[in-house]
Structure formats: C-alpha cells, structure tokens
C-alpha cells in the first residue's frame, strides 16, 4: 500500500490558492498508481502538521508542489512535518521514518527539467503565432530575499528558452527582487510580449499584483506608447496549473529514493480510529456541525441545524469532492481555511458509501477522526504555545515576542469561533464525539490563521486590513 501526499501553500484568505493542488490529487487518483492521493498545506487544512496523521499506508511519498527551491521547501515544510532535515534536498529526496510511516520528501516540481515545456505551453496557449521576429518571452517569478535558491529556475529556464530560439527576446523578472517586473517597457524591446507566470496557482499574486505592476487590463493590453514603441502585452496562465504538471509530480515520486520498494501496510492506528469512527455512523453520529446517519445501506450527511427538513429542499452531494467543494466557503461566500470554524454553509445533504463518507469527512473536518480518536486512546500530544511560537521562522518569528495577555486575546478572538478545544492552552476535553458530545473535538496545537494573527497583534497591525501578509 502506498500513499502520495501533496504540499501546496494554501491561503486564510483565497480560496483559488489551493485549486490546483486538489486537480493534481484528482488527475492522479484516476490513474489509480497510488492507494490514496492526500492534500496537505501551509495555510489551509489539513495542515503541515496534520498530515501524515491522515495517510492510511506506512509507505508515504511527499512532494512539495511548489515553483522553486526555497524557504517553504527547505525550511517551512520539513520542519513542520518533523523531517529533521534544514537546507537544500538531494536529487533523489529525503527519507525518514515518523512515527511508523517510512516518509519520502522530494524536490518541488517547479525544479524538474520538463517545465521549460510547460512554459513553452503556457505562451503558446495565449499566442500560438509567436516568432523570434517579433514576440518577447518574460518568465515571472516570484524571487524572495530569503532564499538564493529560489530565483536559480527561473534563470535556468530563461536561459533554455533563449537557448531555443523561438522567441526574439527572453526575460527573467520578478515581483519580489531585481530585475522587478515593473520596469518591462525599459527591458523589452519587442512589439509583442508573453508574459507566463511561473507560479504554482491562481491565487493573489497571478490575479492582482502581476496586472497591477504591469498595467494590464485583461489576457490582452495594449500599450500604445511605450518606450520601445506599441506593445501589445499576452498574459498567460500560470505554469503550475498546466495538466502535464501531473506527469512531473508523478515523474518525482518515481525517482524518490525507496520509491520502488513493495509499498507499506495499513497504517493500524489510522485504520482503527476510522473503524470506530464508521461504528458510531451506523447507529447515527452528530460530529461537530454536522449530523451522520445510516439510510438504506448508504450514509446521509447534513448540517444539523437542517435536521427534519425534506431531502428535496436540500442540495444533493454525491462524492467526496462535491462536498469538499461546497464546504469550502460559507453562506456569505468567503473562504473557509480552518474547517472546524462554526460558519459551515447551510441547505445540503450528502448521500455516500462507507467508502466515499470517510473521504468525505476527512474533507469536511480534516485530521479531526485521527486526532479525537488518539486523545480518546490518551495518545494525543498537545504542543503548548511558547513550543509553538519557537518553531517559527522567517516573518513569523515575531510571534516569538507575544505576551501571553496578547496571546489569549487572540485566542479568545478566533478560537471563541471554533469547535476545537484548546488542549495546547491547558484546556480539558474529558469527552469528545465519538462519546456522543457534538463539539467534542481536541486542538493539539495552534493553527496557522491564529499564528497569523498573533503575528500581526504583535505589529500592531490586526483589523488594519494587512491580511495579505497571512499568505
């Protein structure tokens, strides 16, 4: 048995950021190679540090869908999975074993050399006709101060793409360093200009900071006066939600070191905690906001406060993924990152087998079967705060100077909201569900939206519309 784990960066405030990750998970998960294909993030659920504990297998290959080298794939992710590793990853990987699970992390798939034809693509797609007489190529990337590595690809496939003659002129640019893509009308010199963003998802930056530093209105500018002349500028989805993006993250997984071994078992823990889970279903459940109920050999999942209303004034759910679509966000529409937040949407019901339910309750309330059933077995290990705080690092270690009134106020703030308890703030949870106590669920350690905002406590900052710095 083996499982493929995920890694995208997710957001507490964009719902598109964690799109691609969740097409990649299906496009791989219909080639039936992996036992289960598991999504994981930084700012959204299940977590980094959540993970693992929702892989059924002992054999679990991690890939980091991620642009470039950098802090998030060297620094940020292996420490939140607990890797004991810091720096840049070998060719064939980094491998470990947590917790009983032999766990394989590999280099992002930004860096593997078939994405200079997914760039190829990218431009092609938004204008088939360019020639090296007239079309420049701007490769965009991120660029960060933080990490050397993470410029080094964009670089390279600059230079591969120049190398191959298509285009007159080839750019490399970037949002957060030197060369800055606002200065493209003095850099580029042709009438035509592709520009293909070199990120991993639509999200923030590819939706609003690009067009904005470039000046585009659309897919299509032009820009009648610009240093060099006319410029008609085409801009480009980004190139890490490009379908062949699949083939590269599979191409990872199948040169991590260990990868062609005979696979792993059932991971018993993880297996035993959804056997109780799927008993208490039988015979009816309420599990946080949701009830859970046996019908006619199927299961019926709803809101509870949807209780005794007829199944056809609700909306029907058939599979996991049309209930994790629909939870995604709340009533008003916005963004649900922490799923355990009471603002799950109204007016549906999901109709599923024995199979389906346990995707989709892993979904709908991510790690929560696997954590409550650990703390129900006195397994559960809660991280207390100053623990917490010290792992930080980058902007995030400024929560390292948080006074414990700053920190309960935050708290106080974000977690009154939520259905967890705090274990890792001292509080007790004598009962969970699966004692048949809706709210009975354990927080082991602080999320990423309440480090977040305890960060931007500190900097005096919070309810000052900063959000932005979150992600």
């Known amino acids: 048995m083996r499982s493929l784990v995920l890694i995208g960066h997710g957001s507490h405030l964009n719902g598109e950021s964690a799109l691609a990750v969740y097409r990649y998970a299906e496009l791989i998960r219909e080639r039936g190679l992996y036992d289960e294909v598991i999504e994981g993030y930084w700012k959204e659920e299940p977590s980094l540090r959540q993970v693992l504990k929702t892989t059924a297998s002992t054999d679990v290959t991690v890939i980091p869908l991620f642009i470039s080298e950098g802090y998030f794939t060297e620094v940020v992710i292996p420490r939140e999975l607990g890797l004991g590793h810091q720096g840049p990853v070998p060719p064939g990987g980094v491998a470990r074993v947590i917790g009983g699970r032999t766990v394989r992390y590999t280099l992002p798939y930004g860096v593997h050399p078939s994405m200079t034809d997914v760039i190829l693509a990218r431009a092609r ?43 007159a002129e080839v750019h490399a640019l970037f949002l957060d360093e030197d060369p800055k893509v606002g200065t493209w009308p003095e850099v580029v010199k ?127 759910l058939v599979t996991p993924e049309g209930v994790r679509d629909h939870i995604r966000f709340d009533d008003g529409g916005d963004h649900r ?92 949870l004598p009962k969970t569900f699966l004692d048949g106590v809706p709210g009975g669920i354990p927080c082991a350690e602080a999320c990423t939206l309440l480090v977040a905002e305890i960060r931007e406590e500190v900097a ?12």
């Open 125 to 167: 797609e938004v204008l088939p006709d360019a020639t090296a007489e007239d079309t420049a190529l701007i490769v965009l990337g991120h660029g960060t101060t933080r990490n050397e590595n993470s410029n080094k690809i964009v670089y390279h496939n600059a230079e591969l793409l120049r190398q191959g003659g298509q285009f």
């Open 190 to 316: 042709a009438p035509r200009v592709v520009v293909v963003p070199f990120f991993a998802s639509e999200g923030w930056h590819t939706l609003e900071t690009i067009p904005e530093d470039m000046g585009l209105s659309g897919e299509v500018t032009v820009f009648p006066e610009n240093p060099a002349g006319a410029q008609t500028v085409y801009y480009a989805r980004p190139v890490g939600t490009h379908p062949r993006v699949a083939d590269v993250i599979l191409h990872l997984a199948e040169e991590a070191s260990g990868a062609a071994g005979a696979g792993g078992d059932l991971e018993r823990g993880h297996e035993h905690a959804w056997q109780v889970f799927l008993k208490q279903a039988q015979v009816g459940l309420r599990m946080g906001e949701v009830l859970i109920r046996p019908d006619s050999g199927v299961f019926e999942m709803r809101h509870a406060l949807d209780e005794g209303l007829p199944g056809g004034d609700l909306k029907t």
């Open 337 to 428: 990152p922490v799923h355990t937040l009471r603002n799950l949407p109204r007016g549906w019901r999901a109709v599923l087998s024995d199979h389906d339910l346990r995707r989709a309750v892993h979904y709908l309330y991510p790690a929560v079967v696997e954590e409550t059933y650990a703390h129900t077995c006195h397994a559960l290990r809660a991280t207390p705060w100053p623990t917490t705080a010290r792992r930080q690092t980058g902007i995030y270690a400024r929560v390292q100077k948080a006074t414990p009134e700053q920190v309960e106020h935050v708290a106080g703030d974000i977690c009154k909201s939520c259905l967890r308890t705090r274990l890792w703030a001292g509080h007790k």
């Open 460 to 471: 005096g900052k919070r309810g000052q519309g900063a959000g932005h710095s979150h992600d």
